[in-house]
């Protein structure tokens, strides 16, 4: 299960049809504005005791720090998201064998009021919600090169304070390849991020007329991860253990990042499975923290991620699982847990 519940969570508040006051916000969003000298957010010291322009207005609210006339944002953690919804093996150094499969099917469900904001410091929010059905499936094109697809087809999420959004979200397209054969074996994958989304999905805000939040569910955003992975297993294959650690090659002009995990499982009897697993991600070069302009999506975006997962094995081919990871620390993104229900099914050789 893993590569990221943790990609996004956003970009924007956008007030469309005119200038949301000050104080309206701060009621439907349950949030205030700084006081003077406090700071904002994302690291600054302005003097917030002299006004500033109602179309430029900065504030350290219970989502974080947010233009009114443009950004704020939530769009829930892509990467991490993917990683729930993706079985263990997709970060691992096995391949398929040529012309065999696999496909699942997966709901990841998030429910939080807290996040991480770009410094580091887990803070409240309004209730946020996200619920994604996703495929991921695997193809043996040779039995060393395998290609992988990972697409949400369905994302609904909403805060408490707007209305929800309905739509995909971002798809990821890959290949492994293992080049070293072993009882550890070695494979190096590469993951191409397609946007597939939608980066916009303005929705209302309840309680305050002509207010709009952005709500995407996708990113916008082009990017390739180069990974390698190693794996070994123990007791006639009853336990296995995997780690590996990737490259992301952002667009938009976002600093890259770089990501790392550890998994192990082992077979506890008759067909059930139990894995767990440790995650994270950071920038590749200190971020630019006034490019953070929500959760998991912007700049400064890093976390440490830990979870389990039980699979069962009804048939020599099909499985069911239920999983939940959370956050251990963070900036810029959700600090709440996600729960993962899914059904495989492995196919040909």
Known sequence: ????????????????????????????????????RRRTGVGDERDHSKPLPARNLTFAGSL???????????????????????????????????????????????????????????INSASYNDVTASFY????????????LYFPFLRHHSLET?????GSGDAIVGFKYRFLRSATPVAVAVD??????????L???????????????GDGEFNTRVSLYASRAFRE???????????????????????YFLNAGNHLFSGLWLSGTVMGLFPAQEPDIERAVGFGVGEGV??????????????????????????????????????????SREFGR
């Open 1 to 36: 299960m893993i590569d990221g519940i943790l990609k996004s969570l956003s970009r924007s508040l956008a007030s469309g049809r005119g200038t949301v006051c000050a104080a309206r916000f701060e009621r439907a969003h349950k949030c205030r504005f700084p006081s003077p």
């Open 64 to 122: 974080g720090s947010v233009s009114s006339r443009a950004w704020l944002g939530v769009l829930t953690a892509f990467s991490l998201m993917s990683c729930l919804a993706n079985p263990a093996h997709s970060q691992s150094a096995w391949t398929r064998n040529k012309n065999s499969g696999f496909a699942r099917l997966g709901i990841t469900t998030l429910n939080t009021s807290s996040f991480y904001t770009p410094m580091g410091k887990k």
């Open 137 to 148: 499936g695997e193809y043996g094109i040779t039995n060393n090169l395998t290609s992988t």
């Open 162 to 166: 707007t209305n929800s959004v309905t």
């Open 192 to 201: 191409f991020g397609v946007p597939t989304g939608e980066q916009h999905g």
């Open 203 to 217: 929705v209302a805000i309840r309680g305050v007329p002509d207010g709009s939040f952005r709500l995407p569910t």
């Open 237 to 259: 294959g009853n336990t296995f253990l995997s780690g590996g650690g990737g490259y992301n090659f952002r667009t938009r002009g976002y600093t890259d990042e770089v990501s």
């Open 302 to 343: 890093q976390y440490i991620t830990a979870g389990g997962e039980i699979q069962y094995n009804f048939t020599s081919r099909s499985s069911v699982s239920f999983g939940y990871y959370r956050p251990l620390q963070g900036r810029n993104i959700l600090a709440g847990g996600g729960f993962v229900f899914a059904v």
